[in-house]
C-alpha cells in the first residue's frame, strides 16, 4: 500500500474520531461551534449528531476505500461535506460566537485542502506510474 493510502486512511481514520465525539459530546462539539447555550438544546444535539454519523460515514469509506485504492470519491465526498461547513459557518456568521467561527473556519479549510491534496497527490502518482509502464 503506497504512502497516499496509508495518509489517507490515516485521513479517514481522523474523521471517524471527529464523527465519533460528535456522536458523544454533541453539545460540547457545538459550544465551539454555535455556542454553549444553543448547544446545549435538544433538538441541536440531533443536528450534531447526524453531524457524527456523516463523518463517521466518511472517514470509515475513506479507510476502507485505501485499502482498495478507489479512496478518492469518498475524499472528494469529504472535501464536499467541509466545504459545505465552511459555507454555512460564514453564511451564519453574524448568529455564532465569533471564536467558533474562527475555529471552524480553520478546521474545515485546512481539512478541505487536505483532503483535496490527497486527491491530487493520488492523481499525480497515478499518472506518473502509468508513464512508467511500456
Known amino acids: 500500500m503506497g504512502i497516499n493510502r496509508y495518509a489517507s486512511a490515516a485521513f479517514g481514520l481522523g474523521r471517524v474520531a471527529f464523527g465519533a465525539y460528535a456522536l ?6 457545538g459550544a465551539t461551534w454555535i455556542g454553549k447555550r444553543p448547544a446545549g438544546r435538544k433538538p441541536v444535539t440531533v443536528i450534531l449528531r447526524a453531524l457524527g454519523v456523516r463523518d463517521v460515514a466518511l472517514g470509515a469509506g475513506t479507510v476502507a476505500a485505501s485499502f482498495t485504492g478507489h479512496h478518492a470519491p469518498w475524499l472528494a465526498a469529504g472535501v464536499a461535506a467541509d466545504l459545505g461547513d465552511l459555507t454555512a459557518t460564514l453564511a451564519g456568521r453574524d448568529y455564532l460566537p465569533e471564536e467558533g467561527v ?32 511500456p
Do not use: Q
Open 24 to 29: 458523544a459530546r454533541p453539545s460540547e462539539l
Open 102 to 133: 474562527r475555529g471552524t473556519v480553520v478546521l474545515t479549510a485546512v481539512a478541505s485542502a487536505a483532503g483535496a491534496a490527497l486527491i491530487l497527490s493520488r492523481a499525480a502518482g497515478a499518472r506518473s506510474e502509468s508513464a512508467d509502464r
